[in-house]
Each structure stands twice: as structure tokens, then as C-alpha cells.
């Protein structure tokens, strides 16, 4: 049985930065408690009573092997991992060991907010090749487009699979599409698949790095078990890059800037991995269950948003253009219905009129925040 305890008053950033009459449907992390064998765990490394300097969790890594074995049929070794505190930390990383100042990164937007920072961290620029709805309601990619926005000077490609904020679950000819121009070109792709394991019905996740060997052997891959089993907080993720000379780049690229995977981190990712299967499992129907209802709450309630509908992730995208508001539909639904979405414009140019909403929560939650949003629109 998932379950949905009060997070107010318990330092959430997604409970705590707005008033209590707020309902947060925003930052991605889900209110459901973490699997009990990550609690039981937890709770049996703090009786220990010792928290000195933790090694590296080869289990952990051995665990991702199998993983990425059984799952997607692609075969790696622990010398491929690199544990590292989060994935963000990890494309900044492969940023700055791939681009030099004023070269130029590709990303995707609408995409994650801090995709945009990291090239500049790394002192290079951004490019766009910017995803559009077709008149279809579909988000697809056009390859012509992808290859136009390369120029002579961009090294990598950051890749978001399965998509934040969209839900596509990018199929294997779009990746192979993707994959072949940025050999090319010599693009090292860098691909964030935090939210590969959260994939409805009807739809597969491919590593791109598992397309083929010289693929493979470009890219570098980015997991970790905080999304999937609501363990954020615990900031513990993976690297996997098959390619030593690159793998040896990006280490080298730490500059004794980055630590590692904390004690608590690498507890919570080994149970989560060995014993989370039957929560997940419960977590997507509850997710699957909850985005179909917000489906059909917008087409009869608020005809108003387009949403196409995810096909992986707890995010939905939701194009509020044709309600033609006086000001932005984040700001509005905080100010009129009380209800946190993220803003659209954070995700770049295409998401103007936009927000983002966070459906891994109650259904009492969600529908709540959908009746308030109503109600303002009606007003």
C-alpha cells in the first residue's frame, strides 16, 4: 500500500516554499513514502551509530549491471560506473570535460532548467533544437532540424530520455536518427535517463548508449535510483560510460571539486534496487492511474489546457495558450487558485504559456488542485 504522509513542516522544498494554503504540484518529487526495505535499511544503518567516510558501493554498481542486463539488454561492468552525488552534478560534469570556453552544447527545449546553466558553467553555449507539438497534438522530432542547430564548434549533445517536461519516451529510429548525426559530427552525447523507470504501459525505454557499439562508445549515460524510488534527497546516481578514454576525461574534469556518494545514498540505491520492484510496481499503476485522470478531468472540465498525454515520468506538460490570460498561467493559477505549477518559461522559449505540474501525489491532492484551477477559470 503506498502512502501519502503530511510533508508540511518537515523541510520539502516542494511543501515548504509557499504558503500553507498552497497545494505544490511542482518540483519533481513525489509525496509518497520510499519503499520499505529503503526505510528498513536506513533505519538499520543509523542504529549502527557510525557514520564515518563511506568507500564506494560495489554492490551498487554490480546491481546496475544487472540492471541494465535485464531491462534493456545491454551489457556493462562496474569499471563502466562512476557513483556520483547527482545528475545534475554529472552533466555539468561531462559539459566541462568536453567543451572548452566558447564552444557550443545542444540540448532540447522545452527541457529541464538546468540544462541551460550547464553550458555555461563550462564556459561554452548553448544551441536549440527546440521540440514543437505537430498539428497531430504529438511532440516529434524533426532530424533536419536536430542536424541545422549543430554548428562547427558544438562538442555534445544533452539528451533528455524519457523527456522532462514532454513524457516522450523517444523511440529506437528517433535515437538511432539522433545518434548517427551526432557521430557525424562528433558530438559526445550525454544522456539523462533519471526517469527511465518510470514508463507506462504501451511504451519501452532504450538506453541510446545500447543502440550499438560505436554508439555506445560516444555517449555517456546518466541513472539513478532517486526519481523512481522518491529517494532524491539521498543524492545518489550513476554515471555509465563504456569509452575509458572519456570516462578518464570526465573524472579528470572533478578537479577535486566533486565529492561522492554519501553513506545514506548508497544504502538507500542498493535496497531500492534489490528489493523496490513490488513498490514500483504499485507506484506506476497509482501514476498511470492518476494521468489518465488528469486526462480526462482537462478534456471535460478545462478544454482550455492541451495536454498530450506522458508517456513515462510523474510531470505533465500543459499548454495553456488558448486561455489567454493577462499574465503568466503560473502565476495565475498561484495567485487565483492557489496551486504551485512550475513556470513554462523556465524550460526555455517553447514553453511560454506553459506550466508544469507534478502529478505523483494523492488523488485527493490532485483533484483538489484540479478543482481550484477550474473554479479560477470559471471566475
Not at 530520455?161 to 557521430?183: D, S, Y
Request: with cysteine; net charge negative; glycine share 8%.
Amino acid at each position: 500500500m503506498i502512502q501519502t504522509p503530511e510533508r508540511r513542516n518537515t523541510d520539502s522544498i516542494k511543501w515548504g516554499l509557499y504558503d500553507e494554503d498552497v497545494l505544490p504540484l511542482w518540483v519533481a518529487d513525489m509525496d509518497f513514502t520510499s519503499p520499505p526495505a529503503v526505510i528498513e535499511a536506513l533505519q538499520q544503518r543509523v542504529a549502527h551509530g557510525v557514520f564515518g567516510y563511506a568507500r564506494e558501493s560495489n554492490e551498487l554498481k554490480e546491481l546496475i549491471v544487472v540492471r541494465m542486463k535485464n531491462l534493456h539488454g545491454w551489457q556493462i561492468t562496474t569499471e563502466d560506473i562512476v557513483l556520483l552525488p547527482g545528475v545534475v552534478a554529472a552533466f555539468n560534469l561531462v559539459c566541462q570535460a568536453v567543451a572548452q570556453p566558447g564552444e557550443s552544447i545542444l540540448i532540447q527545449p522545452p527541457v529541464y532548467p538546468p540544462f541551460f546553466s550547464a553550458p555555461g558553467y563550462a564556459g561554452a553555449r548553448a544551441v536549440f533544437n527546440n521540440i514543437y507539438r505537430n498539428a497531430a497534438g504529438e511532440y516529434t522530432l524533426d532530424l533536419d532540424d536536430f542536424e541545422a542547430a549543430i554548428e562547427k564548434d558544438t562538442r555534445s549533445f544533452l539528451l533528455c530520455n524519457p523527456h522532462n517536461p514532454l513524457g516522450r519516451v523517444f523511440t529506437q529510429a528517433e535515437l538511432t536518427g539522433m545518434a548517427e548525426i551526432c557521430l557525424k559530427h562528433g558530438l559526445v552525447i550525454c544522456s539523462d535517463e533519471i526517469h527511465s523507470d518510470l514508463v507506462f504501459e504501451g511504451y519501452r525505454h532504450i538506453p541510446i548508449a545500447s543502440l550499438d557499439k560505436e554508439i555506445e562508445a560516444n555517449t555517456v549515460t546518466l541513472i539513478a535510483p532517486s526519481k523512481t524510488y522518491n529517494i532524491a534527497g539521498l543524492e545518489c546516481s550513476a554515471l555509465i560510460c563504456t569509452n575509458p578514454e572519456l570516462r578518464g576525461r570526465i573524472q579528470a574534469a572533478r578537479r577535486g571539486l566533486l565529492g561522492w556518494v554519501n553513506l545514506m545514498g548508497m544504502t538507500a540505491g542498493v535496497a531500492a534496487y534489490k528489493h523496490g520492484d513490488e513498490w514500483l510496481k504499485q507506484v506506476l499503476q497509482l501514476l498511470q492511474g492518476n494521468r489518465d485522470f488528469l486526462t480526462k478531468y482537462l478534456a471535460e472540465n478545462i478544454p482550455g489546457i492541451r495536454m498530450t498525454k506522458p508517456e513515462a515520468t510523474y510531470l505533465a506538460w500543459l499548454d495553456c495558450r488558448d486561455l489567454n490570460l493577462s499574465q503568466p498561467p503560473a502565476q495565475f493559477f498561484l495567485e487565483k487558485a492557489r496551486v504551485a505549477l512550475n513556470n513554462g518559461e523556465d524550460f526555455g522559449e517553447p514553453g511560454r504559456g506553459h506550466v508544469r505540474l507534478n502529478f505523483g501525489c494523492s488523488r485527493e491532492i490532485l483533484t483538489a488542485a484540479l478543482e481550484r484551477i477550474s473554479r479560477a477559470l470559471k471566475q
